[in-house]
């Protein structure tokens, strides 16, 4: 019994994880209204930022999660205005083709940049771990975990607010919504449709750090695991919904564990994709309502 | 450019007969058999670019998976010819159908999602039949993979070197390209394309696109499944490495730069990839970044393709303004 | 027009291609107005891109500065050596496609590498054909020396690895009754498992669970409450690199200080640097000794050159550059062929920086001392214990 | 006109009670309609009056909520807009939507889809079945254009023809079904007057050409003349349905169209 209640705990930290990376994700897909591969990417130009803040001035945590935000927010910019800006009305294939691209050259420039080696990051937050006895069963929890759960909630609620209440929040949703309409109430749609997608690679980038600091380490090549499965939470919840890509985050996250905890951390993938193909069969647009995001469904691929 | 045109279609047998005599006898030309290696992964990358582009060309679906069906293929052929003893010739087919029976059934679930939904099933079907192969260890060998795959005996000769093997994967690429061309020239083929252009008119037309649509699949999965199985003995040994997402992603890059929905589009990408990534090898990461630039670089330049047809739906092309002029005052 | 446009356009790029093939050739030495009988050509084969770069960059730059200094010091047998390495980016299709090119060229007399047994494997078939050494400083495959003469390897077999890790590092050093092994899911792991579980069967060691994780696997948590849940003496960890680290972090951070023994990374610095609590046991065949100045200066000027540590892979890696100068010095005046320097090689002997190297006739190396080695507080390997031992009695 | 014998005609196509709802909103409710052979059948109605919705439904695009559709005494509601089509029920659409990058003779070919039965194999091998099928195909296609005056367009691609020219193509693609009914959907939507004559000439035509014929129209006059059945909605629901003579004269279609005040000024 405890032994299952722990691995529930483990699924729930590692789902927050997902959920942390995959509503950055569910960001830019929200905005620009376009699939990107170079998401893993972001995420690891923003860990690698952080370790270099580390390197160059200590450890100050608040200054790194400035320099990743940056670093991942001017990439993103990049990646905004080679891979989206001038294929808002080209069939999709071609700026998905562009973000595969992009990630191919960013994780190569990486390689020869920061060297192929893998870089340790410790001791910058305390390993601690806190023991809750309750009803007989004694659970254990990082205090990383925690922190990673807790910013999960804190920003999905807040993006929520930024998007559903803050006048920016509303261009930002419309813009994703139709362009053509918010280009003729006014809104910059280009510039919103920029920000809104450099916002959620900044905040990619600050999930980085904390994954950098969560497993040790950052590598050039860390992105492209971590792509894959915001992608996977993403789609799950409906691509655009940023609360419910952080939902399908958890669920994926428990689902793995649930699936390791009966057989063995092989088979992780097969559960993960198992289960998401499963939902898409049952329901084809995720945990979202269907008629919220008719319009990246109903986009020709 | 209209005169080019009509020479190349008054000469259209000559020309075909010149370019079968040429690819023939390719292989006395090149003696090293390391180019001949080359030539052969152009071979099989232009086949299984092809097999993509049957799914995204030419009905509009968005596949990312492509890999999964090459390996069903290869793996096919590397089981039955390795650890059953079965004949390559025999294997082949029966590889090829294996790959279409995945494609159909993948499709069934597919026909309800659309755009990246779909091309997301596709891609997570893509990695369970690589952790499969990953993990399976009795029967595909685990991380191991499968090793001494035996080469294919024609006539008593063991076809081990490249420069006999080509003639397997040119006879490959070229059953595809005829058996394909005749298909598109009949109504499936029309079904295919007007299921792209505009599926709603397609089925008001009669158009099954739920039928046409998994048999597109399975179609394309086919010949991702037959490139697979000849494959497998070529490299001698297969391992799941091989059929990651990035094989599915490079087969796409060669089908969209060398141009969707084009027979001869997929077969530009392959020759113009693995040209460059082969011949900039010395260059280490750097050529994985100009790799990288020219994808962009096309995808700006050319988003149609070197092949592709500007005016297409795949370029996301508007009709042009003097030809519809034009119409506008032929009919006055 | 547009498409006579494209046709330019990809032509233009499919001759810059060819162009850039011309300017392939590259040479790398420098003749000190030195006089050579002759120049050795040898084909290197290391992942240089790819999951597996950081060896393979360092496979290059031991093979590279080895020979440099050969060359320096006169060369091997009076010839120039020199060394084309390409990229086989880990990749078993380009690393045959590779090796097969190596093998055509009539100059090159030998192939050094590949990094991974499941590139050296694939390459077998063809360097069989061809007749040409296959040299690899790291294969640790069990099989693959034996499945063809032309196959070398001085990584030891990983076997004897494994079964002194049961034998004198579980049973005699910390006398544990009952391990759970956590492996990478690869063919490495497999072939090093098997030879430890047995071996631990002898000596009545049970084992609770033998669980595998993918390659890139990053999160360990559930694995290690699976692990801890059965509550073994030892925690036993097959794989290399950061994962092993990460590991044993993970451990920590849920307060679970179980003994743990590393077989695979050896004494890999960057392993040591990532332990938070420095807690690791590792059977190393080879030690980076800060006694012996050789090696010690080696190591500086790698770190200088590269910027990152050497793993043992690396020395190992130079370790055959100076095994090949032998087996041509032993040829003498006679021709150098792709079949002398094989011969060269067959059952030979040398004291190189990963110790006393002598093939067995299959050209496989064995073991006859291993060190027992632990991290320190400052992240530094210790020799705990040097135990040497007679292969014979597992 | 014709409605003299109209009621001797056999009926085609049949609509019982059918509703439709769109969660809380009733788009139709309780329709009925019946069309017979030879009909030039029109139905109208305001804005929003849900005919395009009836459309579908008798088309397949939605199945309906309560109700049935009778085709030949057949009930068809709920196939999908593929069975239908082999019914022998072809439609347009009201946003034109023809296979824009094809040209009008592919476009045409592609109507002929269900007329044949060419398969994977007889393609592959060019059997009996697939020559066959090609001729009837190529015959068949020009055909139709010859008779619909496109032919000179046939090689070009349909999205770069006029307006006009396009809705042409549209119905040329729905005949090649060689249908029994054709459903028009607002087809003169975006013409001048000069095309409207045209077209209200053409579908005459075609009617004494021997097709059943349903048009959904905004323009009052092009019904008038055209049709000799007339259903009128409003607000998903039936208000009225019969000749032309019969819809100009009652109150509720007048009341419908142009509101209460001007008909009792009137």
């Known amino acids: 019994m405890e032994y299952v209640v722990n691995q529930i705990i483990n699924g729930i930290c590692q789902g927050a994880i997902y959920a942390l990376i995959a509503i950055g994700y569910s960001i830019i897909v929200g905005v620009v209204g376009m699939v990107t591969f170079t998401y893993g990417e972001i995420v690891m130009i923003g860990a690698f930022a952080a370790y270099y803040t580390?390197?160059?001035?200590?450890?100050?945590?608040?200054?790194?999660?400035?320099?990743?935000?940056?670093?991942?927010?001017?990439?993103?910019?990049?990646?905004?205005?080679?891979?989206?800006?001038?294929?808002?009305?080209?069939?999709?294939?071609?700026?998905?083709?562009?973000?595969?691209?992009?990630?191919?050259?960013?994780?190569?420039?990486?390689?020869?940049?920061?060297?192929?080696?893998?870089?340790?990051?410790?001791?910058?937050?305390?390993?601690?771990?806190?023991?809750?006895?309750?009803?007989?069963?004694?659970?254990?929890?990082?205090?990383?975990?925690?922190?990673?759960?807790?910013?999960?909630?804190?920003?999905?609620?807040?993006?929520?607010?930024?998007?559903?209440?803050?006048?920016?929040?509303?261009?930002?949703?419309?813009?994703?919504?139709?362009?053509?309409?918010?280009?003729?109430?006014?809104?910059?749609?280009?510039?919103?449709?920029?920000?809104?997608?450099?916002?959620?690679?900044?905040?990619?980038?600050?999930?980085?750090?904390?994954?950098?600091?969560?497993?040790?380490?950052?590598?050039?090549?860390?992105?492209?695991?971590?792509?894959?499965k915001a992608f996977s939470s993403s789609v799950l919840g409906g691509l655009v919904d940023i609360r419910m890509s952080a939902l399908g985050g958890l669920c994926i996250g428990i689902i793995e564990n649930m699936g390791i905890m009966i057989s063995s951390a092989t088979f992780r993938d097969i559960f993960a994709f198992g289960f998401l193909i499963i939902v898409l069969i049952i329901k084809p647009t995720g945990f979202a309502s269907s008629g919220k995001n008719r319009r990246v469904k109903s986009e020709k691929g | 450019m209209k005169k080019v045109k009509n020479t190349i279609v008054k000469y259209k047998l000559f020309f075909i007969l010149a370019g079968l005599a040429i690819l023939l006898l390719l292989p006395l030309v090149i003696t090293k058999s390391v180019y001949m290696r080359h030539v052969c992964n152009v071979l099989i990358f232009a086949t299984l670019a092809s097999s993509l582009n049957i799914i995204n060309g030419y009905s509009g679906q968005m596949c990312l998976g492509q890999a999964g069906f090459f390996a069903v293929g290869a793996y096919t052929c590397a089981i039955l010819t390795t650890n059953y003893g079965w004949s390559f010739w025999v294997v082949w087919p029966v590889a090829g159908c294996l790959a279409a029976l995945m494609g159909y059934l993948v499709s069934l679930p597919t026909l309800r999602l659309q755009g990246i939904y779909l091309s997301f099933v596709t891609l997570g079907f893509s990695e369970i039949i690589r952790i499969i192969a990953q993990t399976w260890t009795p029967v595909t060998g685990g991380n191991m993979g499968i090793k001494g795959i035996p080469f294919p005996i024609i006539f008593g000769k063991e076809?081990?070197?490249?420069?006999?093997?080509?003639?397997?994967?040119?006879?490959?690429?070229?059953?595809?390209?005829?058996?394909?061309?005749?298909?598109?020239?009949?109504?499936?083929?029309?079904?295919?394309?007007?299921?792209?252009?505009?599926?709603?008119?397609?089925?008001?037309?009669?158009?099954?696109?739920?039928?046409?649509?998994?048999?597109?699949?399975?179609?394309?999965?086919?010949?991702?499944?037959?490139?697979?199985?000849?494959?497998?003995?070529?490299?001698?040994?297969?391992?799941?490495?091989?059929?990651?997402?990035?094989?599915?992603?490079?087969?796409?890059?060669?089908?969209?730069?060398?141009?969707?929905?084009?027979?001869?589009?997929?077969?530009?990408?392959?020759?113009?990839?693995?040209?460059?990534?082969?011949?900039?090898?010395?260059?280490?990461?750097?050529?994985?970044?100009?790799?990288?630039?020219?994808?962009?670089?096309?995808?700006?330049?050319?988003?149609?393709?070197?092949?592709?047809?500007?005016?297409?739906?795949?370029?996301?092309?508007?009709?042009?303004?003097?030809?519809?002029?034009?119409?506008?005052?032929?009919?006055? | 027009m547009k498409k006579i446009t494209a046709l330019l356009l990809s032509l233009v790029l499919v001759l810059s291609i060819f162009v850039g093939c011309g300017n392939q050739e590259t040479t790398s030495s420098e003749d000190g107005g030195q006089e050579f009988k002759g120049t050795i050509k040898i084909g290197g084969l290391a992942p240089i891109t790819g999951s597996y770069a950081e060896y393979g960059k360092g496979f290059k730059y031991a093979w590279e500065t080895a020979i440099d200094e050969i060359n320096a010091a006169g060369g091997a047998n009076g010839y120039k050596l020199e060394i084309d390495v390409q990229d086989s980016e880990g990749d078993a299709v380009v690393s045959t496609t590779l090796a097969t090119q190596f093998a055509e060229d009539e100059e090159i007399m030998c192939i050094l590498g590949d990094f991974s047994s499941t590139c050296c494997l694939a390459n077998t078939d063809i360097i069989e054909r061809y007749g040409i050494v296959q040299f690899s400083p790291t294969c640790s495959s069990p099989v693959f020396c034996a499945e063809s003469i032309y196959n070398f390897s001085i990584n030891g077999l990983t076997s004897v690895e494994g079964q002194f890790a049961a034998k004198y590092m579980v049973g005699e050093y910390l006398g544990g009754e009952t391990v759970v092994i956590l492996r990478a899911d690869n063919d490495w792991s497999e072939a090093t498992a098997e030879p430890f579980v047995e071996q631990c069967a002898r000596e009545g060691i049970e084992i609770l669970a033998d669980e595998k994780y993918q390659l890139d696997e990053k999160d360990f948590s559930s694995i290690i409450t699976k692990a801890r849940s059965l509550d073994p003496d030892v925690l036993i960890i097959l794989d290399q690199g950061t994962a092993v680290s990460a590991i044993c972090n993970a451990c920590d951070s849920v307060g679970w200080d179980v003994p743990r023994i590393n077989i695979g990374a050896t004494t890999s610095q960057q392993v040591a640097d990532q332990l938070v609590v420095k807690n690791l046991l590792t059977p190393a065949s080879f030690f980076f000794d800060p006694e012996n100045e050789a090696l010690e200066n080696w190591r500086v000027k790698f770190r200088e050159d590269t910027g990152y540590e050497p793993t043992s892979h690396s020395v190992q890696a130079r370790d055959t550059v100076y095994l090949l100068k032998q087996a041509i010095e032993k040829i003498g005046d006679g021709e150098i062929t792709r079949e002398a320097i094989r011969e060269g090689l067959y059952c030979s002997e040398m004291d190189g920086f990963t110790g006393k190297i002598i093939f067995n006739p299959e050209g496989d190396i064995t073991r006859r001392a291993f060190y027992i080695c632990g991290v320190g507080e400052d992240s530094q390997w210790y020799v705990i214990e040097k135990v040497e031992f007679d292969p014979a009695e597992f | 006109m014709m409605s003299k014998n109209r009621a001797d005609a056999p009926v085609l196509?049949?609509?019982?009670?059918?509703?439709?709802?769109?969660?809380?909103?009733?788009?139709?409710?309780?329709?009925?309609?019946?069309?017979?052979?030879?009909?030039?059948?029109?139905?109208?109605?305001?804005?929003?009056?849900?005919?395009?919705?009836?459309?579908?439904i008798c088309t397949g695009v939605f199945a309906p909520t309560k109700g049935e559709i009778l085709l030949h005494g057949e009930n068809i509601a709920g196939l999908t807009p593929e069975e239908i089509a082999r019914k022998r029920m072809a439609r347009t659409f009201q946003n034109i939507q023809l296979f824009k990058f094809m040209s009008v003779l592919e476009n045409v070919q592609i109507g002929c889809h269900i007329n044949t039965k060419t398969r994977m194999f007889d393609a592959v091998f060019q059997t009996k079945t697939y020559k066959k099928d090609e001729q009837y195909i190529a015959e068949r296609s020009m055909d139709i254009l010859q008779k619909i005056g496109l032919e000179e367009f046939a090689e070009m691609k349909a999205g770069n023809l006029p307006y006009g020219s396009q809705r042409k193509v549209e119905i040329a693609r729905a005949l090649a079904?060689?249908?029994?009914?054709?459903?028009?959907?607002?087809?003169?939507?975006?013409?001048?007057?000069?095309?409207?004559?045209?077209?209200?000439?053409?579908?005459?035509?075609?009617?004494?050409?021997?097709?059943?014929?349903?048009?959904?129209?905004?323009?009052?006059?092009?019904?008038?003349?055209?049709?000799?059945?007339?259903?009128?909605?409003?607000?998903?629901?039936?208000?009225?349905?019969?000749?032309?003579?019969?819809?100009?004269?009652?109150?509720?279609?007048?009341v419908a169209y142009f509101g209460k005040g001007i008909i009792a000024r009137g």
Not at chain 2, 200 to 227: D, P, Q
């Open chain 1, 54 to 228: 580390f390197q160059l001035v200590g450890t100050n945590l608040v200054l790194a999660i400035l320099a990743s935000f940056a670093a991942s927010f001017i990439v993103g910019g990049i990646v905004y205005k080679l891979c989206y800006e001038r294929f808002f009305n080209s069939p999709r294939h071609i700026s998905l083709l562009c973000t595969i691209g992009f990630s191919i050259l960013i994780k190569n420039l990486a390689q020869i940049i920061f060297g192929p080696d893998t870089k340790p990051m410790i001791n910058i937050i305390e390993n601690k771990s806190y023991t809750l006895e309750a009803f007989g069963i004694s659970i254990v929890i990082k205090q990383l975990q925690i922190m990673v759960l807790v910013l999960v909630i804190i920003s999905s609620v807040a993006l929520t607010f930024l998007f559903q209440k803050t006048k920016y929040g509303i261009a930002l949703r419309a813009v994703s919504q139709d362009k053509t309409a918010a280009y003729m109430v006014g809104i910059n749609v280009r510039r919103t449709a920029m920000v809104g997608n450099c916002i959620g690679c900044g905040f990619g980038g600050v999930a980085g750090i904390l994954l950098s600091i969560y497993y040790y380490s950052c590598s050039p090549l860390m992105g492209s695991s971590f792509s894959m």
């Open chain 2, 159 to 332: 076809l081990f070197k490249p420069h006999d093997y080509y003639y397997i994967l040119l006879a490959t690429l070229l059953l595809f390209l005829f058996i394909t061309s005749r298909i598109l020239r009949s109504r499936i083929g029309r079904a295919w394309i007007s299921i792209r252009e505009e599926s709603n008119a397609a089925r008001s037309l009669g158009v099954e696109i739920s039928r046409y649509k998994s048999m597109n699949f399975t179609y394309g999965a086919f010949w991702a499944g037959m490139i697979g199985a000849a494959y497998a003995p070529y490299v001698n040994f297969v391992d799941s490495s091989q059929f990651s997402l990035d094989t599915g992603f490079d087969a796409l890059a060669m089908v969209v730069i060398g141009g969707q929905g084009t027979l001869i589009g997929p077969i530009i990408g392959s020759v113009v990839v693995t040209v460059l990534t082969e011949s900039l090898r010395f260059l280490q990461y750097w050529r994985f970044v100009i790799y990288a630039l020219i994808i962009i670089a096309m995808m700006w330049v050319r988003p149609q393709g070197i092949a592709g047809a500007s005016n297409s739906i795949l370029a996301g092309g508007k009709i042009r303004r003097s030809s519809r002029k034009k119409a506008i005052s032929r009919n006055r």
């Open chain 4, 13 to 56: 196509l049949e609509a019982r009670g059918v509703c439709k709802y769109f969660g809380g909103l009733k788009a139709i409710e309780n329709v009925d309609m019946t069309i017979r052979k030879g009909d030039v059948f029109g139905i109208i109605g305001p804005n929003g009056a849900g005919k395009t919705t009836f459309f579908n």
């Open chain 4, 177 to 254: 079904l060689d249908p029994e009914i054709l459903l028009l959907d607002e087809p003169a939507a975006g013409m001048n007057p000069n095309e409207t004559m045209e077209l209200r000439e053409f579908i005459l035509q075609l009617n004494e050409a021997g097709y059943t014929i349903v048009v959904i129209e905004h323009d009052m006059k092009f019904i008038m003349n055209s049709c000799n059945h007339i259903l009128v909605l409003n607000f998903g629901q039936k208000i009225f349905e019969g000749a032309p003579e019969q819809v100009k004269a009652n109150h509720d279609v007048q």
